[in-house]
């Protein structure tokens, strides 16, 4: 078993059609129809049923799959952070990105790093702060961009300044609000939010006497602004990403309370040699001493 087999086989769990990985890989129907059948003589399983109009997955071939895009995605990283060690400052930088990362890029930083050195390109693989964290375990990613919390052992962190989460109100709610909403404005209302926040949520309203009504739960701020804005409830979510959503017809203010901050953190792994494209990105875009 080798890439090229895993790349033809992803190829064909993706198309469901022989014909149609063949035209996606740029090659004939005989040769992939062969190494198929290569590999499931050398693995001794059948990976595939072949039917009237194309192919399904078997259990073997669903578990082949998904380590197959696992193996493939860390070979060609592989191949990146050697070509950055030889080559300096050139290549392709791999980062794990959350959805809620507004502010910290892409940023004006990052646009002149990219003029600095043109042969630069990025990789960005999305999820939220442990899938995120787990592709760095894996070695997917050279870099991940998270917000807290998070368990940082075995981490090097730059952290960004402390930020509190706005409260997305949608206007059918009618809720009166001044410049910034407490957590008692929030008591009864029907709350939008995180589930990594909920417990400190939790916590917070509880400080106060008071127990939150939670209407939705999810893991990601778009998905909390879209609710919201539909008049679901009022989301809460990073204050810096509330730029970049879209909240028409929703009033954003700032919630103060010092218990329900977060920060946004550049975060790679403590055993890895940081290659010199990594070190001159978390430099430029969160410069030490900032946060």
């Not at 290549?91 to 042969?119: E, K, N, R, W």
């Not at 390109?121 to 070695?139: H, I, P, Q, W």
């Not at 730029?243 to 009033?251: I, Q, S, Y």
């Not at 430099?283 to 900032?290: I, K, M, R, T, Y």
Request: proline share 5%; with cysteine; hydrophobic share 40%.
């Amino acid at each position: 078993m080798n890439i090229r087999q895993l790349e033809y086989f992803i190829a064909i769990a993706e198309e469901h059609q022989i014909t149609a990985a063949a035209r996606r890989l740029n090659i004939s129907q005989p040769p992939l129809s062969y190494e198929l059948a290569q590999l499931e003589r050398e693995l001794d399983v059948q990976l595939v049923v072949r039917e009237p109009r194309g192919v399904s997955l078997t259990d073997a071939g669903r578990v082949l799959y998904d380590r197959a895009r696992r193996i493939v995605a860390l070979t060609n990283t592989t191949e990146d952070e050697v070509r950055h060690v030889g080559k300096g400052l050139a290549g392709t930088l791999s980062i794990g990105v959350i959805s809620s990362c507004g502010g910290l890029i892409p940023s004006a930083s990052m646009l002149s790093l990219c003029d600095l050195y043109p042969q630069i390109s990025f990789k960005v693989r999305e999820g939220n702060t442990y899938e995120v964290l787990d592709m760095l375990g894996a070695g997917l990613v050279e870099l991940g961009l998270v917000r807290t919390p998070f368990d940082d052992t075995g981490l090097c962190c730059r952290y960004q300044n402390e930020e509190p989460l706005a409260c997305i109100i949608p206007a059918r709610l009618g809720l009166k609000t001044g410049k910034a909403c407490a957590i008692e404005d929030l008591a009864g209302q029907p709350l939008i939010i995180y589930r990594r926040f909920e417990k400190l949520i939790r916590t917070a309203f509880l400080t106060k006497g008071l127990e939150p009504q939670v209407a939705c739960v999810n893991d990601d701020a778009r998905t909390t602004a879209i609710w919201a804005c539909a008049g679901m409830g009022i989301g809460l979510v990073p204050q810096t990403i509330t730029a970049r959503l879209n909240t028409e017809g929703a009033l954003v203010r700032p919630l103060d309370c010092p218990d329900l901050v977060t920060r946004q953190a550049i975060v790679w792994k403590a055993d890895r040699l940081l290659s010199p494209l990594g070190k001159r990105f978390i430099d430029l875009v969160c410069p030490e001493g900032e946060g």
